[in-house]
Structure formats: C-alpha cells, structure tokens
C-alpha cells in the first residue's frame, strides 16, 4: 500500500472515475474523496454508482461502454458540469468469454477496453489542460496481446489473448497520449492493478475467476483496496517527478511493456484506426 503521507491534498481537483460502481474504482474514489477531490463516477449500474456517491459526496453517472452513444451523452454532460476535468482515470473494463458484438459494430471486449475511453478522452479534450491526468487501467495481459494493423481483435476469438490485446491497446494510448498532447501539459499513464478479488475478477475467463471460487482467492487475489494503490498514486502524486508521463506501471513502480508497445507506426495507426471507428475522423 502506498503511504499515506506521501499522497497529495486534491481539494477541489475533479476527478472522473469511470467503472467506478464497485472493485478498484470504488476504492480509489473512497480515498480520492478523502483527499478533497470533487469525484464524477461513471458505472453502469445506477444503484451501484449512486450507491458509491452517496458513500464518497461524488457525483453519479451511469453510462454503459458497450453504447457509443451513451459515452457521447457521457462526455456531452461532464463538460456541460464542470469547466476542467484534473484527472479521467479511465478504469472500465470487462472480458467477454465469447465473441459479442455491440451496436456499434465492434468487438465488445475492444469497445469497452479501448475504443470507449479512447473516444471519452477525446470528446472531453477541452476540458483537460496542463496539469491534467489520463489515466488507463491496463493489466499484465498486456504482455500477451497481439496486435496487426486493421486487426485490433485477434481474428481467432479467444477470451484471454483479445482481453490481452485490448490492454495493450490501453498501454499504446497512453504513450500516444503522451506524444501528442505533451506539448498541453497533459499526462498519461496505464498501470496494472493485479489480480484482484472483484465481480470481474469473479466472472472473467481469467486464472483468476478459477481461483476466485476458492479459499485461495484470500491468499493469492489482492483486495480492491490494494489494487487501488497504483491508481491512487498516479493521481495524488506529481507527473515528471514521481512518475513519467506515458509509463505503465505496476505497484507504483515503473514495469515491463510488451514490445509493440513501443512500435510508433503502431500507435499512430491505432489512434487513425479509433477515430474512424468513433467517427472522430
């Protein structure tokens, strides 16, 4: 766990959250509020994100990834209520252990992971400014991820290795984030959680739902508390001191990328790829 005593005051910096209805998200906004920051969470569930608001004086918004459209009504209503966003921590995220496509089109693994925070980041821009924060939930997975250009999902469905990718994808942004938004005074970073004892965890095709049904999740799942500690610590320390502006990180410590990661032609390519598939071109 982070020290306390090192997490900066956030009185009156806003804060989105999104998946913030329960696991990490939760936890972040339970400290984040703590630290004085005006807190916008995003979930899915009404009574699950109003709950967390009620519990932390945020602001709810429900709004599902996997609709375009709702993250259009999304973005239109966080600039409509606040004039700078400090910090977008965008932590939503799911695995679908079978192919599903959503409305839009797309893969929904691919939507929820990174084509919706991609498209949110970008509708939101006027609002961020120098010294705001974007902040990615990634994973570990991202080591696995395999990514082509004109193929962001693997063509063979399998749960695992597209959730990988997807989390690639959400280190990629980041980096690419960083590049051409530097020059703002915006920071990015993605960092990995570990594997916690949440719903997704629960419900995921991962390792981790296996060992989730077991006594053994208490000994080798993290709290939601503890995988908040690398989110919490993106956000209440001090970009270009404490951490780099479009690293990844793992237990607020820099951790290793897979490879593509740092393939810049990759990166533009997926940035032109997501605004025409968000119809941001």
């Not at 600039?79 to 995220?93: F, H, M, P, T």
């Amino acid at each position: 766990m982070t020290d306390s005593g090192s997490e900066r005051r956030l009185d009156g910096q806003v804060v989105v959250i999104t998946g913030a209805s329960d696991g990490i998200g939760a936890a972040a906004a339970e400290r984040l509020g703590d630290l004085g920051a005006r807190l916008a969470l995003v979930g899915r569930s009404p009574e699950k994100t109003e709950a967390v608001a009620a519990r932390t004086g945020g602001t709810p918004y429900v709004c599902d990834f996997a609709s375009l459209s709702q993250v259009r009504h999304l973005a239109d209503r966080l600039c409509s209520d606040y004039e700078r966003i400090d910090v977008l921590a965008n932590n939503a995220g799911l695995l679908s252990r079978s192919k599903v496509v959503t409305e839009d089109g797309n893969e929904l693994t691919f939507q929820v992971n990174h084509l919706a925070p991609f498209l949110l980041t970008n509708l939101v821009a006027d609002r961020l400014g120098p010294g705001s924060r974007v902040i990615q939930t990634s994973s570990r997975a991202q080591m696995i991820g395999r990514l082509r250009p004109n193929q962001p999902v693997p063509r063979r469905y399998q749960a695992f290795r597209v959730y990988g990718t997807t989390k690639l994808e959400n280190v990629i942004f980041s980096r690419e984030l960083d590049r051409r938004w530097r020059s703002r005074g915006i920071s990015a970073a993605a960092f990995h959680p570990g594997a916690v004892r949440t719903e997704f965890g629960r419900r995921g095709g991962l390792m981790a739902g296996l060992v989730y049904r077991t006594p053994l999740r208490h000994v080798l799942l993290t709290s939601p508390e503890r995988g908040a500690d690398t989110l919490v610590w993106l956000v209440s320390s001090v970009p270009g001191v404490d951490w780099r502006s479009g690293g990844y990180y793992a237990n607020c410590r820099p951790a290793p990328i897979n490879p593509l990661a740092e393939r810049d032609v990759l990166a533009d390519w997926l940035w032109t790829y997501s605004s025409e598939l968000t119809g941001l071109a």
